[in-house]
Every structure is written in structure tokens, then in C-alpha cells.
């Protein structure tokens, strides 16, 4: 039984993706909006609330049109329309910056050319945004283009660090490369790595009090092996083999 808890980084990565597919369902490679939007939106999303988030985006195009009447608006105007999101005075002046740059640079509001861009260069060119940071970079290449690059928020994180696939001292932006480095180069696997593990930092493994009598990875954890001791079968046989739609909303 403790044996399973002295398996590598890559051999937890691998555990931790094919446990979490059985219990939250695999999840087909399909974007979940335009590339444009993806790319606001989850800048506006930064420490806000989904709901938050999407108001915020359909306020401002609502009143100002498309992306041209978004950069030529009043930014207190524009901050106003966003004010849903965490800092609406900070967000408002990058938005358009961001929106500036892209219409200079490729002479229109897209981000296809991402397309058929190296990995590397899209997530230099899109850093090189004002607030868009790895995650956000990664999130575009993935959902949109299929680039085989991982997404790791502050859930992500903090399951990889707990279950032990990451050092306790592994930063966020490190991580990016560090798990990327323990899994396959497909594009689907990571696109249900980061969200399973979304999922289960946001509903099992909170950042205070996690749920782990409930969590499916508690097998091979070495945080519920700190708090708990190994897991027993009896511990086994109660986990839950699939998220039931009555514990909560999983966010697409």
C-alpha cells in the first residue's frame, strides 16, 4: 500500500491523469470560445469570479460595439463597463493596449497566424502583452490551436505540489515546464490534465480544509499521507469512483 506513494513525478502525473478521467470524464480537445475572446476573457478572469468574469466581457462589448470601439473608448469609460472584475483601472488601460498592438501589428483583431506559429514563439509573442502571463498564453495555444503546451493556475499548482509530482518550491511559471516535462507531447492529455486538475483544486482540494477523504487521488498523495497515513482499503473503497453533477458546477 505505501509503495505507491514512492512512485516519480512522472509515474504520479500519469496516475493523476488516468484517475481523474475515470472520475471527472474525459473531455474532448474543442475550443471553448474564439481566440480573441479566450484571450480577454481570461485576462478579466485574473482572481474574479466565472460569473464576474463573462459579465464584465459581455458589458463592455455590449457597449462598445467590437474591438474597435473598445480601444477608441474613454479607458474610465471602458474601466467601468469591466468593473466586475478585480481591477477594472489596471485591466482597462492593457485591454487596449493589447488591442492596439494587435491591430498594428497583423491589421485586424485575430490571433489565427497563431495557428501556424512554434510553440515557443506564439508564448514569447503573447507574454509580450501586458498582463498576459504563461497561463494565460498557455490557455490560448491549447484551447484554440491545439499547441501542446500545459496551463497551470493556482489549482493545478497546488494539487501537483500536495500529490507530489512538483517540489514545494516550484513556482507557478516553473511549473509550466516542469509538468509539461512529465507527460506526453498530446494536446488532449494536457487539455484534461489542467482541467481535471482544475476541477479537483476548486471543489476537493481547497486551499484550506481540503476534502481528502473524498479525493480519488488520495492513493498516492503525499499530503493525505502526512495528514492521514496510507491510505487503507477501507479508505479505497470509500472514495467516490465519479463526480456526481450534485456536488457542484464543473466550469467549461
Not at 490551436?145 to 505540489?161: C, G, I, S
Not at 503525499?222 to 473503497?237: M, Q, S, V
Request: net charge neutral.
Amino acid at each position: 500500500m505505501t509503495d505507491a506513494y514512492t512512485l516519480t513525478p512522472a509515474q504520479k502525473a500519469w496516475q493523476d491523469h488516468e484517475i481523474l478521467n475515470q472520475f471527472f470524464g474525459p473531455l474532448p480537445l474543442e475550443p471553448r470560445r474564439i481566440p480573441m475572446r479566450e484571450l480577454i476573457s481570461t485576462l478579466l478572469s485574473h482572481r474574479t469570479t466565472h460569473v464576474d468574469e463573462e459579465l464584465a466581457y459581455d458589458r463592455m462589448l455590449e457597449t462598445f460595439g467590437d474591438w474597435e470601439g473598445v480601444l477608441a473608448a474613454p479607458v474610465k469609460e471602458l474601466a467601468h463597463a469591466i468593473r466586475t472584475t478585480r481591477w477594472p483601472d489596471t485591466q482597462a488601460p492593457r485591454i487596449q493596449e493589447i488591442l492596439r498592438r494587435i491591430k498594428a501589428e497583423r491589421g485586424e483583431f485575430t490571433l489565427d497566424f497563431l495557428a501556424e506559429w512554434p510553440v515557443e514563439q506564439g508564448l514569447q509573442w503573447l507574454t509580450d502583452m501586458p498582463g498576459i502571463g504563461l497561463k494565460t498564453a498557455s490557455l490560448v495555444l491549447l484551447f484554440n490551436f491545439q499547441k501542446p503546451v500545459l496551463p497551470v493556475d493556482t489549482h493545478v499548482h497546488r494539487v501537483a505540489q500536495r500529490v507530489g509530482m512538483i517540489g514545494p518550491k516550484v513556482s507557478t511559471d516553473k511549473a509550466h515546464q516542469v509538468l509539461l516535462a512529465l507527460l506526453p507531447k498530446d494536446s488532449v492529455v494536457l487539455l484534461n490534465f489542467h482541467k481535471h486538475n482544475y476541477w479537483l483544486g476548486q471543489h476537493i482540494c481547497f486551499f484550506t480544509r481540503p476534502d481528502c477523504p473524498r479525493c480519488p487521488l488520495k492513493g498516492f498523495c503525499n499530503y493525505y499521507l502526512e495528514h492521514y497515513g496510507p491510505a487503507d482499503a477501507a479508505a479505497l473503497a470509500a472514495t467516490p469512483a465519479r463526480w456526481e453533477r450534485s456536488w457542484g458546477e464543473l466550469q467549461h
